[in-house]
């Protein structure tokens, strides 16, 4: 069955950077697009990026060009979300989700900016 | 990409049914029918439950259905169920390989 799992919980001060993984199983890696969605605290779902692992083509939204790095590693059918110059404000649950309609959803990697 | 527009809640009685809308623009919803749903409980992953505007994946009950008309989208659910009580999200193809969401609903059974 597909499973995305993803890497633990993560706690950053202001200013550093983050990379998250989301390691994918059960189906052909490349044969599927790969989104990263965060959800702040009591907040609603924002899109962030997407990825073609294939031949590794991204896309972002434009609310964080520049400050954020999706990629991915065929060899072990892994997806990472690096974003820098961390605020408050982007502390959240990330998730990564499945194919250009989001079928499959990690399970979320928490990630808390405080000084 | 401003988030789409969705009522920040909707409520109805157990059996009935009820409409969640999404309104986007031109430059999304108006153009694209990429628009999928997701239902979220508390504390877990959001659940995709209609994709392409009114195709149901499988598993997911034929009491969700879709449909879209200009600039909005709606999300159905009949027969309304105390275990339909969630968040509700819409979301749709925006162009250029982008995305974006509604701002969701949530669905409480009284």
């Known amino acids: 069955q597909v499973q995305l799992v993803q890497s633990g919980a993560e706690v950053k001060k202001p200013g550093a950077s983050v990379k998250i993984s989301c390691k994918a199983s059960?189906?052909?890696?490349?044969?599927?697009?790969m989104h990263w969605v965060r959800q702040a605290p009591g907040q609603g779902l924002e899109w962030m990026g997407i990825?073609?692992?294939?031949?590794?083509?991204?896309s972002y939204a434009q609310k964080f060009q520049g400050r954020v790095t999706v990629t991915r590693d065929t060899s072990t059918s892994t997806v990472y979300l690096e974003l820098n110059s961390l605020r408050s404000d982007d502390t959240a649950v990330y998730y990564c989700?499945?194919?250009?309609?989001?079928?499959?959803w990690g399970q979320g990697t928490l990630v808390t900016v405080s000084s | 990409q401003s988030a789409l527009t969705q009522p920040a809640s909707v409520s109805g009685s157990p059996g009935q049914s009820i409409t969640i809308s999404c309104t986007g623009t031109?430059?999304?919803?108006?153009?694209?029918?990429?628009v999928s749903w997701f239902q979220q409980r508390p504390g877990k992953a959001p659940k995709l439950i209609l994709y392409?505007?009114?195709m149901r994946p499988s598993g997911v009950s034929n009491r969700f259905s879709g449909s879209k008309s200009g600039n909005t989208a709606s999300l159905t659910i009949s027969g309304l169920q105390a275990d339909d009580e969630a968040d509700y999200y819409c979301?749709?193809?925006?162009?250029?390989?982008?995305?974006?969401f509604g701002s969701g609903t949530k669905v409480t059974v009284l």
């Open positions: 989700a499945r194919g250009s309609e989001s079928a499959n």
């Open positions: 059960g189906y052909s890696f490349i044969n599927y697009y």
């Open positions: 990825i073609n692992p294939s031949g590794g083509s991204t």
């Open positions: 031109n430059s999304n919803l108006g153009t694209y029918n990429l």
């Open positions: 392409e505007v009114s």
């Open positions: 979301c749709s193809y925006a162009g250029s390989s982008t995305y974006v």
